[in-house]
């Protein structure tokens, strides 16, 4: 995970602390919205992954929990992660660089069906 967030925040400008969020909150997106065997596998190649979904989760009241309660989407994601403190310049290559690690450590074959089945993600991706 600590390889992810430095290439995040070397990509975003993001502190460590919020790239560990936003990446956080991507991957439970992805938990709870993907292909679950897709998913699973993805979270298995990342070391920290699941640790950091729950963190997300832990914060749960506020804000997040508001945007949640929204419905899901890309757009309700979006919310989230500007409630962390990410902006919309930085979640195209804040998207980019994570696909692109999870590319590397679980593969093509996992990835594209995970981008495949949700609606919107690939503008991020």
């Known amino acids: 995970m600590e390889e992810l967030i430095a290439r995040v ?3 975003t400008g993001l502190d460590q602390a919020t790239a560990r969020k936003a990446i956080g909150i991507i991957l439970g997106y992805l ?3 993907g292909p679950q065997n897709e998913v699973n596998q993805l979270i298995g190649a990342l070391p920290g992954a699941q640790e950091a979904i729950e963190e997300t989760k832990s914060g749960g009241g506020g804000l997040m929990g508001m945007v949640g ?4 989407g890309v757009m309700a994601l ?3 992660l500007m409630g962390v403190g ?3 310049g930085q979640m195209q290559p ?3 660089e994570l696909f692109a690690y ?3 450590k679980a ?3 996992v990835m594209g069906p995970i981008v495949g089945s949700i609606p919107g993600l690939s503008q991020f991706v």
């Open 9 to 11: 925040t070397q990509k």
């Open 69 to 72: 309660s929204m419905g899901g």
């Open 107 to 109: 593969g093509e074959d």
């Open 78 to 80: 979006g919310g989230q």
């Open 102 to 104: 999870g590319r590397e």
């Open 94 to 96: 804040l998207g980019k």
């Open 86 to 88: 990410v902006s919309m």
């Open 31 to 33: 938990q709870k919205e």
